[in-house]
């Protein structure tokens, strides 16, 4: 990929931060000074093609640090006797566990009687309502 001004680095950041805040690609050229939508949306994509992705692992790893100071900031307040604050570190704390998936799966069971297994037998039911059609067909048939 050939390099590109420092111009053009910096108007193809412009409307990648634009278009994350949820800019349209009109409102963009006004901002960023395209002809039109068209063009912001060429830079759009240029931009899309030269900036890296980030894995899901680096996502987390950047998630997680804004979750960590976040809460830094939060249990300062905490531990100089704001308690209003507990609940934010408690939700911090939850994200923080949902994005790591730290939190280990609930196992429910389901029971019969006596905490024994549950009884199902859908192939006796079954033939069961077979044999009940079949004599009601017949009592018809014999009048």
Do not use: C, H
Not at 52 to 59: K, S
């Amino acid at each position: 990929m050939k390099q590109i001004p420092p111009e053009t680095v910096e108007r193809y950041t412009q409307v990648w931060q634009l278009r994350s805040l949820g800019m349209t690609f009109e409102e963009i050229a006004r901002a960023v000074g395209y002809a039109d939508s068209s063009g912001a949306k060429r830079a759009y994509d240029s931009a899309a093609k030269r900036f890296p992705v980030e894995t899901i692992e680096q996502q987390r790893l950047i998630q997680s640090e804004r979750l960590d100071y976040l809460l830094k900031r939060v249990m300062r307040e905490v531990d100089q006797g704001d308690l209003s604050l507990v609940n934010e570190a408690l939700r911090i704390e939850k994200r923080r566990a949902d994005l790591w998936g730290l939190d280990a799966p609930r196992k429910t069971e389901v029971t019969g009687a006596d905490g024994g297994a549950i009884e199902i037998d859908f192939v006796s039911e079954l033939l069961a309502r077979v044999d009940q059609i079949e004599q009601v067909s017949d009592s018809d048939g014999d009048e």
